[in-house]
């Protein structure tokens, strides 16, 4: 695995270059984007982009787990998790990507 993480800055460059906007329309534009997709998820919205896959939150009931220190049983709240289920032309891309060093036996 990478370590490398891209930032919201990499993306507004990104944008900037592949669209032609200013890179304070393109930053504008890409917290746009995010701000519209985080508010559909909080009003617990499904969101889809095509050929990338689809976000949806999902409510996780109430359960007993445990400590794994001491073995005590703690119980677990209820509550809203994310989930993100790729696109099957995403999965394709990611598998026939670069083989990493992991993969080359390194």
Known sequence: MSDTTITRAQLSEAVYQEVGLSRNESAD?????LDEVSAALAR???VKISSFGSFSVRSKGQRVGRN???G???PI???RVLVFRPSQLLKKKVNDGPVSAAKAGK
């Open 29 to 33: 534009l890409l917290e746009a984007v």
């Open 44 to 46: 617990g919205e499904s």
């Open 68 to 70: 794994p220190k001491t």
């Open 72 to 74: 005590d049983e703690v």
């Open 77 to 79: 709240l209820p509550r």
